[in-house]
């Protein structure tokens, strides 16, 4: 757990830069523009590239003490959030296609910009989420998804989140059988009993690919943003994705919002559980805020 804020880094600090060969944007030029700009910046940075999560976990248990510098997307700071022994301190140079954490966290999506960040920004605490289900454990950076956007998520098989054409077929697929999920909800009292087409447990304000699935989170307020969305037909899930993109307004007729530390979903095995990209199985689950657990470079 991440305690209280670094001081900014002073003269000529020496930095891991670890690039994700696998993120959409993270090719080679933009890994040595990124690298470039940190060294313009008076860093001394060292560059690992990797393509697992094992390449990850040995790049940053190589260097314990030095400020970790992700190159790549969301998925990237998704798998070192899931490290046995994330960074203390972690920087990021958005390389993505939908850069959700970036966005939400306030970092630059320029890459001097974000570089000039990551050298001479603080180090904050940020919430994560933890994810129990009977058949994995995950720690959620962005979101829980349980409903038309976890079935789609499953059927997604690009390399990255820039196979737009996969993301369509993933999508059509799960729109043609898509019914409405019953499903309860509980935070320490009684179960609430829901038929929702889609709902997300959230950490930051965006999801997938730009969608504002919660307007309010705070991933400092050690709480979970719950969010659940009525629908019954595949008309009101192709209404309910162009509100999400365009930025829902709370409160909103047929959205369900409420802020707890902890929860229990149970989709009686009707929906995959999806934490961030990552299918948890059909559940139940229980999710519980993980106060101040990471620390990001952010402004």
């Known amino acids: 757990m ?13 930095l891991q830069v670890i690039v994700n060969a696998n993120a959409s944007r993270a090719g080679g030029r ?5 690298v470039a700009a940190l060294r313009r910046a008076g860093a001394s940075a060292e560059t690992v590239r990797t393509s697992s999560l094992a390449e990850l976990e040995a790049a ?13 997307g969301d998925g990237t700071v998704h798998a070192a959030a899931n490290l ?11 390389a993505g296609r939908a850069n959700n954490v970036a966005r939400s966290l306030g970092i630059p999506l320029d890459t001097r910009a974000a570089a000039a960040l990551a050298v001479h920004g603080a180090a904050r605490p940020i919430d994560l989420i933890e994810a129990r289900a009977p058949s994995a454990r995950r720690v959620v950076v962005e979101s829980l998804s349980v409903g038309f956007l976890a079935h789609a998520r499953v059927r997604y098989h690009g390399r990255n989140s820039a196979d737009l054409r996969a993301g369509l077929r993933a999508g059509a ?3 043609r059988r898509f019914r409405a999920l019953p499903l309860s909800v509980s935070d320490g009292g009684a179960p609430e009993e829901l038929e929702l087409s889609q709902l997300f447990v959230a950490n930051l304000q965006l999801y997938e690919f ?13 709480l979970l943003d719950v969010v659940g969305i009525t629908g019954r037909s595949r008309r009101s899930v192709i209404r309910m994705l162009l509100e999400l993109h365009r930025g829902m307004r709370l409160p909103h007729r047929g959205v369900h919002v409420w802020r707890t530390p902890r929860a229990t979903i149970d989709t009686g095995g009707r929906s995959p559980v999806v934490a961030d990209s990552m299918d948890l199985g059909p559940g139940p689950v229980v999710v519980r805020a993980m106060p101040a657990a990471l620390g990001v470079v952010r402004p």
């Not at 046995?84 to 958005?94: C, Q, S, V, W, Y």
């Not at 730009?210 to 050690?222: I, K, W």
């Open 2 to 14: 991440v305690g209280t804020a670094s001081s900014s880094p002073t003269c000529a600090p020496a």
């Open 30 to 34: 933009v890994a040595v523009r990124a």
């Open 60 to 72: 940053c248990a190589a260097v314990p003490d030095r400020r970790v510098v992700l190159v790549g």
């Open 84 to 94: 046995a022994n994330p960074p203390r301190e972690l920087a990021l140079i958005p």
């Open 173 to 175: 697929g799960a729109l």
């Open 210 to 222: 730009g969608l504002r699935v919660a307007p309010f989170a705070d991933p400092t307020d050690g």
